[in-house]
């Protein structure tokens, strides 16, 4: 984050981590590779829905988290959760490699989110999106950030905001979830020179607002 | 340049908890569509079908002209009962609600007047003869909804805002949504009015042609109304502290605002309108973050009695305080109490991620 350039005044609203519990019955966190993903992958392909839960539980984390930064609103994103496993379930038939489970839910997920946006940005050019974002990147500030880098988030927000679709998703993936160039170009189904100009042009909107000069890809 | 710069996530608490985790593994488990969906297909359907019905009714002749009297009601609103909707709706000396079939409500103050121009499948026409009136119009519904005060007129897509009208002026703000203001008092012939902003015009065009100017109550720009100082002094009615609460509140100056409407509950606490001060308070005051204060307030606003219609976002927002306050257990068990009341509630999501919980 650079300097700040607003003092905006953002309402927390805050999750509790501290006392979160999960409740008797929950979803445990993954032991660590507990069981080879491949081995998952290949019982479901064997019918074996029982996998099903073993690679929910897998990769829930990295997909909920991506799916919520990338639409800014928790409900919108427990959806595309639920479509981008389903999804990954019921074509399991189509990964050809058992090994890039990841890397094949994580691009499912990116077309799920990107179709969920495009279609709320429709809504609302029509009247009819009644929803709020409650997962913006400032409100999704870590406790403790200075009031000046949650400014710089709000900023932020309102550029993605503006952006055309595609190149939000693409400089969120890279800026904001920290994947390869490589790894955003094949979530977002396109080369990685097209995902480079996408970041680019996300950048220099970015940087216009922050009046700040950031090296680029 | 292939410098990678720290990802800004690094900065950001996560977002996942278990019980979001538990609440789409569910779903997924048994294969259910996700609660929340607001199809576009659903809305060009719905659309589509207005017209279907628009077409259908003018080739039957159901639909008369633009304020002609009510037809058969094929497809008209209707009270949440599922009776008709009064042709007029008079407030006597206390706040009366409508519910109506689509779970739209109207709010009428004491003492306002309210006439349905023209209720059928596509069309929701009203007029505020006197008053005002508080309007909660559910989104994607398949009427155009209209609200006339004098010669100025409000077209509603979905949205929460209120209307007043005097004898001189008409006043509209926006809470939720946006709306569309027109009329020949207003400047240009129509505003366009976001969440948060207000407009206060003159009810009717002049008619003296030595006042060329068309209203002096007009905002120079489209800012949130009430540049005016609102004032209040002790003794003041609750009209007038309400009216200065909510020009503050909506001008921005939340701790004025704060104390002018701590005064209207504790002085006023007979009004039918303290309940909802009660409610605006401790919302501001959790945006002041002062939730020792939203709790108190928000305590108050259940022990008063609040409209139906606002007792789910009480409910919801004593949540909030407890958790910023820090006593999750209180949060807990205000969240346990609001899943019991309200089990589909609009809020739970919200409620469930502030207090971890299922």
């Known amino acids: ?217 | 340049m292939t410098e990678q710069l720290q990802p800004l996530k690094t900065l950001l608490r996560d977002p996942v908890s278990a019980a979001r985790k538990q609440a789409v593994w569910r779903r997924i488990a048994t294969r259910s569509k996700p609660e929340r969906r607001t199809g576009i297909a659903l809305v060009l359907a719905g659309a589509a079908a207005a017209l279907l019905l628009v077409a259908a009714g003018r080739q039957l002749g159901f639909m008369g002209p633009p304020g002609s009297a009510p037809h058969p009601r094929t497809g008209a609103l209707q009270l949440a009962d599922g009776s008709v909707i009064p042709s007029a709706v008079a407030s006597g000396a206390t706040r009366l609600q409508l519910s109506l079939s689509d779970a739209s409500s109207i709010e009428l103050t004491p003492g306002s007047e309210l006439r349905v121009r023209q209720s059928t499948g596509n069309v929701f026409a009203t007029e505020l003869l006197r008053g005002s009136a508080r309007f909660q119009v559910t989104p994607g519904g398949p009427r155009r909804w209209s609200v006339r005060a004098g010669e100025v007129e409000v077209r509603v897509v979905g949205t929460r805002f209120v209307v007043e009208r005097s004898a001189s002026e008409v006043r509209v703000a926006v809470e939720h949504g946006v709306v569309r203001v027109l009329g020949p008092t207003v400047a240009g012939g129509e505003r366009r009015l976001v969440a948060g902003e207000a407009l206060q015009v003159a009810a009717e065009e002049p008619r003296s042609t030595s006042a060329p100017t068309r209203s002096p109550a007009l905002p120079p720009s489209p800012r949130p109304m009430s540049e005016e100082p609102a004032r209040v002094d002790r003794g003041d009615a609750a009209d007038d502290l309400f009216a200065a609460a909510d020009r503050l509140r909506l001008s921005g100056n939340l701790k004025q605002a704060a104390r002018t409407l701590a005064r209207l509950v504790d002085e006023h606490a007979d009004d039918p309108r303290a309940a909802l001060a009660a409610l605006t308070l401790g919302r501001i005051y959790i945006q002041l973050e002062a939730p020792a204060q939203a709790v108190r307030a928000l305590q108050r606003a259940e022990q008063l009695r609040l409209p139906p219609a606002l007792e789910e976002e009480a409910a919801a927002w004593l949540v909030l305080a407890y958790t910023n306050l820090g006593r999750s257990a209180e949060a807990r068990e205000a969240a346990a109490r609001y899943r019991a009341k309200f089990p589909d509630g609009q809020r739970r999501t919200s409620v469930d991620a502030w207090t971890g919980a299922h």
């Not at chain 1, 019955?25 to 099903?52: F, H, M, N, T, Y």
């Not at chain 1, 990769?59 to 981008?84: F, P, Q, Y």
């Not at chain 1, 379930?89 to 990841?102: C, P």
């Open chain 1, 1 to 217: 984050m650079g300097r700040a350039m607003s003092s905006h005044v953002t309402i927390a609203m805050p999750m509790n981590a501290g006392t979160r519990q999960a409740s008797p019955g929950a979803i445990q966190a993954p032991a660590a590779s507990s069981r080879p993903e491949s081995d998952l992958v290949a019982r479901l392909r064997s019918g074996d829905r029982a996998a099903e839960e073993g690679l929910y539980r897998e990769h829930v984390d990295a997909v909920m988290g991506m799916a919520i930064r990338l639409l800014g609103r928790t409900c919108d994103a427990e959806d595309v959760v639920h479509d981008s496993f389903v999804t990954a379930f019921e074509h399991i038939g189509q990964l050809r490699d058992a090994s890039s489970f990841r890397a094949w839910l994580l691009r499912v997920t990116v077309r799920h989110a990107h179709r969920r946006f495009r279609r709320r940005r429709l809504l609302q050019r029509l009247g009819f999106d009644s929803g709020q974002d409650d997962a913006t990147l400032a409100q999704l500030a870590a406790p403790g950030l200075s009031s000046d880098a949650i400014a710089e988030l709000a900023k932020i927000d309102r550029v993605l905001a503006e952006l055309p679709a595609s190149q939000r998703s693409a400089w969120l993936l890279r800026r904001v979830e920290g994947l390869e160039l490589a790894e955003v170009a094949a979530a977002c189904g396109a080369s990685i020179s097209a995902v480079k100009r996408r970041i680019a042009a996300a950048q220099a909107r970015v940087d216009h607002h922050l009046g700040l000069a950031v090296d680029d890809d």
